[in-house]
C-alpha cells in the first residue's frame, strides 16, 4: 500500500511540475529569440560588427533557437499556437539567411532597414507573442 501511495504522489508531483518546467522552457526559449535579435541588430547597426566572428555569433543564436523548439512540444490544447511559432520562427531565419544578412553584408543598409524594420520586426514579434501564450 505504501508503494501504491509513492508511486500516486510521485505522478502528482509530476503533473505539476509540467506546466511549470513547459513555462520554464518557454521562457528560455525567449531568451534565446531576444539574443538572436540582438545579435542580428549589433550587425546591422555598427558596420565595424560585420566580420566573421559577428556573423558566427549571429547564425550559432538562430540555430540556438531552431535547436530549442525542435526539443519543444506544444501544450495540451496549444497546438495551434506552437505550429504559428515554429512557422513564423522558420519564415523569420530563412529570410534572415537569404535577404537580410546577405543585405548588410553587402553594405546595402537601406535595404536591410527595410526588412529588419518590415517583415522580420513582425515575425519576431509575432514569435515573442507566442512565447508568451506558451508560457514563457
Known amino acids: 500500500m505504501k ?4 508511486l500516486i504522489f510521485a505522478a502528482l508531483l509530476f503533473l505539476a511540475a509540467t506546466p511549470w518546467a513547459h513555462a520554464n522552457e518557454f521562457s528560455d526559449l525567449r531568451t534565446k529569440l531576444s539574443a538572436a535579435r540582438e545579435s542580428l541588430v549589433t550587425m546591422l547597426t555598427n ?6 566572428e559577428q556573423q558566427k555569433i549571429v547564425k550559432d543564436t538562430a540555430d ?3 535547436a530549442h523548439l525542435a526539443k519543444l512540444k506544444a501544450p495540451a490544447g496549444k497546438e495551434a ?7 513564423n520562427w522558420t519564415a523569420f531565419k530563412k529570410t534572415r ?6 543585405a548588410i553584408l553587402a553594405g546595402k543598409d537601406d535595404e536591410a532597414r527595410k526588412i529588419a524594420g518590415g517583415i522580420q520586426k513582425e515575425r519576431i514579434t ?11
Not at 508503494?3 to 509513492?6: G, I, Q, T
Not at 539567411?97 to 546577405?102: A, C, I, K, N, S
Not at 509575432?126 to 514563457?136: N, Y
Request: proline content about 3%; charged content about 30%.
Open 81 to 87: 499556437q506552437f505550429k504559428a511559432l515554429v512557422d
Open 47 to 52: 558596420k565595424d560588427k560585420r566580420g566573421a
Open 64 to 66: 540556438a533557437v531552431s
Open 126 to 136: 509575432k514569435c515573442q507573442e507566442m512565447v508568451g501564450e506558451l508560457g514563457g
Open 97 to 102: 539567411e537569404t535577404d537580410l544578412v546577405p
Open 3 to 6: 508503494r501504491y501511495l509513492s
